[in-house]
């Protein structure tokens, strides 16, 4: 999704990078909070607002921890090789899921071993050190929660805290490795690719100890379709989404139950990344009984019937101010980890985050996609005796400069190549991030294609050559391709209105200037104008771009980026030997199509469909004694991995 937003949701409905990341988008149609009330912070770009992770505001509680992230329009059927990935390339849950279906006991027996192999739930290794004797946990958020219902969350700072809460079928372990949860293990896939059979484990409750059956997944999903969120078209590959929708009927025809531990989701078509989406939160569980006698919009507002599957459960909540949470006694999944408490506390001012956590008050800073003051995250990387207390992670977002391949003096894939590599090769990505990513510490050069860092699909560091600067190369093309100065007159670079976007354009406008000898505009917009003019008419010959990944797939964004017709594109790019190979891998487990994706993206680089700018960074303010504490490009590690140790 775009960042600031997403844009899968003005696609789904966003990116300035456009998560699921995964995912959601801050836009002017977005979904004001179930919850409570919204908080005001004050951003390092010294705008009054909620902003995301790298300094920037954005427009709605929904988005507020996406960098800067695009809205994504919904889409009527519906952002790295992972952490985990072996040498050989493949992921490790691609590989689980492309074995073949279930035919024996034999293969069952297999099936069950890899699964066990993977299980995200076993019990974490003893720990040696002394702990504490007050296991509480203790981070803060700039604003509250915006929503509790599974059906209805939209911004992944929202994600990162209810992961811990609700749960479904599969989960994405510490190195993205999607493992089965509530799932006995992968699902039996029917040969033509469109049926999938899961088996729920049978010993799985929710938090207050209602068994968890099939009924409980196709009632949340049914459920998650109607209510019609901005990731409700996750949903849109299985059969009778577009029922359920539009309103004509509840349930998708798609949906059956075998027996009380086992159900068939039927596709549409063939989908390679369906398991991958099962993953997120649109599909975790909600207590069918628990909704009803509670109240439909009523049930998410109370600890006591907050109810969900995951390990940990809502104990206390006073709106605006904290939440707290404790371990779900009896949990399904097997030992909660060491903490006994988890407390967060809404605080907009991250100046007194800071203190707060030098005072010892709060154990971390960067749950919930938090960002540090631009000062604090400075100090924290150059002064050495406290350099080993922040962590800085790749952040599944990409930034970069697209080109009109439509219209324009860039226009045609061959006709303006040589424009747009000499655009690019003319940026200094060196001086770039010295001025606008305060010491590496919000964004880092992009430099292995448009996928960012930490996800599957990324091309690895340096293989996109657009990224590298060559100043006497860059003038020399451009002036074979543009002798006289005609091309480009008048040209401009147009983005919404942020400071971040308008630092990043006035850095690239003087070297522009300098390297290529050419006058670039900067040129403002709001962002709704902006987005229905770059999105819907491919209206700005050069422009600001990004995305967020929603989930661990480079289907995120192909599909919604660049395949011909994309909702989010803005380039009017269309090659039918990318659209061949996306559709191919699209089809195809991970492990089978992420060749093709990698191809791909190839071809963006070699036709210099983009100029790459920067990729996005999270940091992790973490006290020496919290152990365990982290993330990766997507998802904060798992409360169950963290301990307290004795200080």
Known sequence: METTGS?????????????????????ANARPSHTGTNHVSVGADGVKGPHNKIGMPIASAARRAEPNRELRPRRIRREQIPLGVEPDGEHEMARVFSLPRVRSGARLMLLMLVAAACNPNANPPPSPEPLASDQTL??????????FDPALISSAADVDILRNVFSGLYRFDQRLQEVPDIAAGPPAVSDDGLRYTFHVRSDARFSNGDPITADDFIYSW???????????????????????????????????????????????????YFVTEVGLWPFWLVDQKVVASAGEDAWFSKPETLIGSGAFRMTARTPGLSIDFEPVSGWYGGKTGQLSRVHIAVMADATAQVAQ????????IGYGRQALPPAAAARYTTDSRLRGQLALVPLGTTFWAGFNLKTGPFAGIDAGRAGRHAFSIAIDRKTLVDAVCNEKTTCEAASGGVVSKGLAGYLGDGQD?????????????????????????????????????????????????KNLGVDVGCVEMDRKTFFDQRNGACAYPMFRQSWAADYDHPQDWFDYLFVSGASSSGSCYSNPDLDKL??????????????????????????SVFAPLVYGVQQYLVHPYVVGAGGNALYDNYWTSVRILKH
């Open 7 to 27: 844009e899968r949701q003005l696609s789904r409905n966003a990116a300035s990078s456009e998560p699921r990341r995964a995912a959601t988008s801050m836009h």
């Open 138 to 147: 203790s981070f803060p958020i700039a604003q509250d929660v915006g929503d």
């Open 222 to 272: 049914n459920r998650a379709a109607a209510k019609q969120g901005d990731y409700a078209s996750l949903f849109d590959v299985i059969a009778g989404y577009q029922a359920v929708a539009a309103g004509r009927t509840g349930q998708m025809i798609g949906l059956n139950k075998v027996d009380p531990t086992t159900f068939t989701v039927t596709l549409v078509k063939r989908a390679g």
């Open 357 to 364: 956590y030098e005072s010892g008050v709060l154990s971390l």
């Open 465 to 513: 050559h657009n990224f590298k600067f060559d100043a006497k190369a860059a003038r020399a093309e451009y002036t074979a391709w543009d002798p006289s100065g005609v091309k480009v007159k008048g040209l401009s670079y147009t983005y919404d209105a942020n400071p971040f976007n308008k630092a990043v354009c006035t850095n690239l406008q003087q070297q522009w200037k």
């Open 582 to 607: 996306v559709a191919s891998a699209d089809q195809v487990p991970l492990a089978q199509g992420l060749i093709d994706y990698k191809t791909s993206g190839a071809l963006l680089v070699n036709d």
